[in-house]
């Protein structure tokens, strides 16, 4: 009867005393900056070239980002030449602070793609 009135009048100071304290603070608010972005595209084809990478597409995506980010932009384009049944590949890449820029540096790439596509 000792040992169980020993172990219950622990238990019971254990339980006082394990109760969390009300704790007081401060919650702080992070800014979260990108200071570089980066996207990479990798195509078979002008037709896949045209349904993944539009213009339209980019502008959405910039309107996101601030003013002085650094972006850079990648399109891999592959092929398969049947006659030799060898593979080519070429990649295009582009990286501007200015977002004139950088559209106009897209475009250009873009249309480069679907010139390698086309020739």
């Known amino acids: 009867m000792k040992n169980a009135l020993t172990i219950l009048a622990l238990f019971a100071m254990a339980l006082s ?4 304290k009300n704790l007081n603070g401060t ?4 800014n ?3 200071s570089n972005m ?3 595209i990798t195509v078979d084809s002008a037709e896949e070239l ?4 539009k213009i339209s597409d980019i ?3 910039m309107q996101s980002l601030s003013e002085n980010e650094s ?3 990648e399109i891999v384009c592959n092929t398969k030449q049947d006659n030799a049944n060898m593979n080519k590949s070429v990649t295009y890449k582009v990286n501007a602070n200015n977002r004139g820029d950088f559209l106009k540096y897209a ?4 249309n480069a793609a679907l010139a390698f596509y086309n020739n």
Request: no cysteine; charged share 30%; aromatic share 10%.
């Open 17 to 20: 005393f394990s109760q969390a």
């Open 32 to 34: 979260i900056i990108v």
């Open 38 to 40: 980066a996207v990479s």
């Open 107 to 110: 475009t250009k790439i873009r």
């Open 59 to 61: 502008e959405d995506f």
């Open 71 to 73: 972006i850079s932009i």
């Open 50 to 53: 045209e349904k993944t990478f």
């Open 27 to 30: 919650i702080s608010e992070r």
